[in-house]
């Protein structure tokens, strides 16, 4: 017979960034308590810092041998998380509590805490594919080269928070953006193109609920390239609508492309964001897929 695990047994431990979004989380440790007591779950919480989260929870899971890993925060958040948990066996949940909760959103996750943590007391496991990005990196839902990477680090830079941020640095952006060039290699061939911004979707839409990959999926195996090349004010003036009845993918100034591995160049250096991280300016971007490498608790 195998031997039993010596560990401390732990049904569910929650990962709380307290500075994501603009919403209080200073009284979120006792209303978990409070509304899980019922259930006589054994709890643990860890209050992420920014200094050596991901080594510290990486810890926790190599001495607690736990069931169930909540986040409470936003995509960042849920991305360091994901990375910890791959091909575990351990569910993750999300209570979102970010500024824009992409990937909540993608799940049809729900807002309230307390429906929350019925979901992910009675929800149900998913099996969601993840992308491996330059070795170091994994996505979960979203990532770009181009201009809303920029917009993310203007955001990140500025004072205002939530969404009113993020709409201030659009506007910023979106009056200093130019095209830049770069070069696609997949499913064996090489494209050279010009492109405001070229998203890599594990997922179907941004967190404001602007739908960018209309037939993605996050478990099929398979990424999509969203490459869009809008040259006047009035094609971004156009994407409003289709980003809002998925219909982006029909735009002359929109291709989209399924693959199982991509390589960007980015020879002029334009910014690339992870799940709503800025990552830098790398000059070339690989990506691969990890298929239904991660479990997270849904209705």
């Not at 409070?34 to 209050?47: A, E, G, I, M, V």
């Not at 936003?74 to 351990?90: P, R, S």
Request: contains cysteine; charged residues 25%.
């Amino acid at each position: 017979m195998p031997e039993k695990s010596t560990k401390e047994q732990l049904d569910m431990l929650f990962i709380i960034n307290p500075i994501s979004g603009d919403n209080d989380k200073s009284e979120i440790k006792d209303t978990i308590r409070k509304y899980l007591s019922q259930h006589h779950y054994t709890l643990d919480f860890y209050y992420t810092t920014g200094e050596n989260d991901a080594i510290k929870i990486g810890h926790l899971l190599d001495v607690k041998q736990i069931k169930k890993v909540v986040v409470v925060g936003g995509d960042g958040t849920c991305n360091m998380v994901g990375n910890l948990l791959l091909n575990k066996n351990i569910k993750m949940g999300i209570i979102p509590a970010g500024s824009a909760n992409g990937l909540a959103t993608e799940l049809e996750l729900p807002v309230k805490l307390e429906e929350s943590l019925d979901c992910i007391v009675k929800g149900k496991s998913k099996k969601l594919d993840a992308l491996k990005i330059n070795k170091d990196y994994i996505c979960l839902h979203l990532s770009d080269i181009g201009f809303n990477a920029k917009v993310i680090d203007r955001f990140e830079q500025g004072e205002t928070r939530g969404m009113t941020g993020y709409a201030n640095s659009f506007i910023g952006e979106l009056v200093e953006s130019k095209p830049s060039r770069f070069k696609l290699k997949y499913n064996e061939k090489e494209e050279v193109k010009t492109a405001f911004m070229i998203v890599i979707a594990n997922a179907t839409k941004f967190g404001t609920g602007a739908v960018i990959n209309p037939k993605g999926k996050t478990d099929d195996g398979m990424f999509e390239i969203v490459v869009l090349n809008p040259q006047k004010v009035i094609h971004f003036l156009e994407m409003i609508v289709p980003f809002y009845t998925q219909k982006i993918h029909t735009l002359d100034f929109v291709d989209t492309y399924s693959c199982k591995k991509v390589i960007i160049e980015n020879p002029e250096r334009q910014n690339v964001q992870i799940d709503g991280e800025n990552i830098g300016q790398p000059a070339e971007v690989t990506v691969e897929i990890l298929p239904q490498a991660l479990s997270v608790l849904v209705p």
